[in-house]
């Protein structure tokens, strides 16, 4: 007999913040590289280029520039980061309808979501491409969309018994498949 897995919940907003940062990871890990990269190279060419003007005429360093450079760079990359969990908390306000009074079950079929008021449906495992876990919650990705489960409302038990299942049926984010 196969064990099924029912979950009701709500999710909150930094459980889909979390959620977020996790498809963004493992579907387009090099978005959150190459902005702050960019970023860094850029003071990095600016500094280099201040000390080799400085070294090259034989004048003083211009530390002022060379900290006003860094400090430029460190407000962009802080911006970043705050833009980023903005966008996450704006596009939480959105799906909030979708994420409240859930009832999700879980077993060796697939997922099956309820959703007070909205609708339901069953997806089957192969539909998932791959699943990523945090802190706060694990995804199921499949496409250009996820689907949340919070740990919050899991015992320790049941958090194992998502892993497995998820680990049985679907590929885990960032994982190479063993040839």
Known sequence: MEEVIELSFTLSEAEYCEAQSLYIRAKQPWIRV?????ILVGTLLVVLTNLLKSFRDGSPVDWASVILSLAVAFVFLALLHFARRRGFRRRF???APNLTNVIMQLDDSGVRIQIAGRGEGTTQWPTFSTWSEGDKVFIMISGFTFRPIPKSVLSPTEVDAIRNLL????????VAEKS
């Open 93 to 95: 306000k959105i799906e």
């Open 34 to 38: 190459l902005l702050p990269v960019c």
């Open 167 to 174: 680990t049985l049926h679907i590929k885990k984010a960032g």
